[in-house]
């Protein structure tokens, strides 16, 4: 049963390569987002070999918010973006931690969402934590997503914790979702996974969590099979050819 892990960083792992075949021994896939420019284009060199991982061009917004991103990057990203199939992880981060920087997170996540939507289908996964609003309104607004599911790209909002009202917004828009454990393990999180269209699901691990050393291979390869069995008995419906195609749709198109 092919598994496809749709939102992880593999660039946080120094055995990414490892990493990156292991996901993709069964005939799986993975996209692999990145948090800045230059993560991108290491990455995208590094699993150039793997067909069936994809590596998304990223402009984080705590990379932002904390300085790790200037304005270099973010023209970098632009530029990039050009060319780039897949772009992740942006998006937006109004939390407590973020909210100094609204602006230059703003500013940025919306130049980089006008490439996207001018050039056309891309893949996009997006970050939006107390911004699920915000971030809709630049998607419609650069051409990205559009009222009754159109729009120029396909985006995926990454382990979605905004309003139902918004759910239901990003549901009409056309928006993805990757369903990960932690979501699965807030009553809110559940309820959504529970009524989202079983043509927008997808999987995720958003793992390795942080930057530095080895990750074991077996607990991305875990966590997947037990996230579908996770969601399939919330739903009450099999989900894993449904899931695997969404998927496929996306990687491999």
């Known amino acids: 049963m092919p598994l496809y892990d749709m939102h992880c960083h593999l660039g946080f792992a120094e055995n990414a390569c490892e990493l990156a075949a292991a996901l ?22 590094l699993l150039a070999d793997e067909p069936a991982v994809r590596v998304g061009l990223g402009l984080h917004p705590w990379w932002l918010d904390d300085g790790r991103c200037g304005e270099d990057d973010v023209a970098n990203c632009i530029e990039l973006a050009q060319e780039a199939r897949f772009i992740a992880e942006i998006g937006l981060d109004f939390g407590k931690r973020c909210e100094t920087s609204r602006d230059v997170q703003l500013g940025a996540f919306e130049r980089v969402c006008a490439v996207a939507g001018a050039a056309g289908r891309k893949v996009l996964s997006l970050h939006a934590v107390n911004a699920a609003t915000e971030v809709l309104d630049v998607l419609e607004k650069t051409g990205c997503l559009a009222p009754g599911g159109g729009g120029s790209c396909t985006c995926i909002l990454h382990w979605y914790s905004g309003s139902s009202d918004q759910l239901q917004r990003a549901v009409r828009l056309g928006c993805h979702f990757s369903i990960n454990p932690r979501m699965l393990q807030t009553k809110r999180g559940r309820e959504y996974a529970r009524i989202l269209p079983a043509s927008r699901l997808l999987l995720e691990t958003d793992l390795p969590p942080s930057a530095g050393g080895s990750f074991d291979p077996d607990k991305i390869l875990r966590i ?27 990687l491999l198109a």
């Open 24 to 45: 993709a021994g069964d005939g799986g896939g993975a996209l692999s987002a990145t948090v800045e420019p230059s993560e991108y284009v290491r990455m995208r060199e």
């Open 224 to 250: 997947l099979p037990d996230t579908l069995e996770a969601l399939e008995a919330l739903r009450g419906e099999p989900l894993a050819d449904r899931i695997a195609a969404n998927s496929e749709a996306l």
